[in-house]
């Protein structure tokens, strides 16, 4: 049974406890607990915006439709899937509120599909990420700032 403080103060996110580590390999340990809910949500979000829509076997709704098809089928496609993403993060990342998400220019991100992230955490401070999406690539996701 986990010690109720510390079952108050965690903030790193449940699989991130029980793996010891974050995706990119960081221990839990090693990192500022203040850090911990921020990695946390950074790699939900990575996971999220990588994953296929309806592959899994848990939530059909869970990730993003098949990125390129969209490309070739939707006139507006940038528009369509800067949208698809905020409603996702709405509904599956429920420590992000008054999310928004825009597109940068092509010629800034060097990819034509980049976004950046804004939103407030529970506790009103503001984050920001950055999203890229590459052809045969997983989301690349980056905590610009909190």
Not at 36 to 61: F, M, W, Y
Not at 124 to 136: C, T
């Amino acid at each position: 049974m986990w010690p109720k403080m510390w079952i108050k103060n965690m903030k790193a996110g449940l699989i991130d406890v029980l793996r010891g580590k974050f995706q990119d390999d960081l221990s839990v340990n090693q990192v500022d607990p203040d850090l911990h809910q921020l990695l946390s949500i950074t790699d939900n979000l990575k996971c999220l915006l990588s994953a296929r829509q309806g592959v899994g076997s848990g939530d059909p709704e869970y990730g993003l439709p098949d990125i390129h098809d969209l490309q070739r089928h939707v006139s507006n496609s940038s528009e369509e899937l800067r949208g698809l993403i905020a409603e996702k993060i709405k509904r599956f990342e429920p420590r992000l509120r008054k999310i928004r998400v825009e597109a940068i220019p092509a010629e800034q991100a060097h990819s034509p599909l980049a976004y950046r992230i804004f939103a407030e955490l529970l506790d009103r401070k503001r984050v920001s990420f950055k999203a890229v999406f590459r052809a045969g690539a997983v989301a690349e996701l980056q905590l610009l700032s909190w």
